[in-house]
């Protein structure tokens, strides 16, 4: 029996108003067996839909699962970027606290200084913006971790 490694991705996706009311997402731990954590999620007044989505699983399952997607009219947009802090530059300020929506940033309470959890960014880049050092910082992935 082959050992078959969990793959781990954040995406973005585009519902159109005729699926943001259906259980697709739902369907991927059921058809796909992936798990799924919903990192941000909003539904406009037209009944468009844009998640922010991580989900986990065999790699070919997830595969499948954003075919599944696609053949559901939800447009796939992989995260290209990513965030990265530079340790020595930041003053723990604490100022990207209020603007993550995501918890990927934190204060520790004993030490006083901040915590950046990576596998919790969703790049948003709103940190970036606002750090007065610029020891928050994108870093475009390479091309050919695309998920599509």
Partial sequence: MTENKNFNKIVHLSFPP?????????????LYDLSFNILKADINPRHEGNMTLEITGPEEEFHKGINYLKENRIKIIPVTQKISRDEESCMHCGMCLAMCPTGALSLDMQSRKVLFELEKCTAC??????????AMEIDPQEKENRTT
């Avoid at 005729?18 to 059921?30: A, D, Y």
């Avoid at 880049?125 to 610029?134: A, E, F, N, Q």
């Fill in 125 to 134: 880049g709103l940190c970036t913006k606002i750090c007065p050092v610029r």
């Fill in 18 to 30: 005729t699926v943001s009311g259906r259980p697709v997402i739902c369907n991927l731990g059921k």
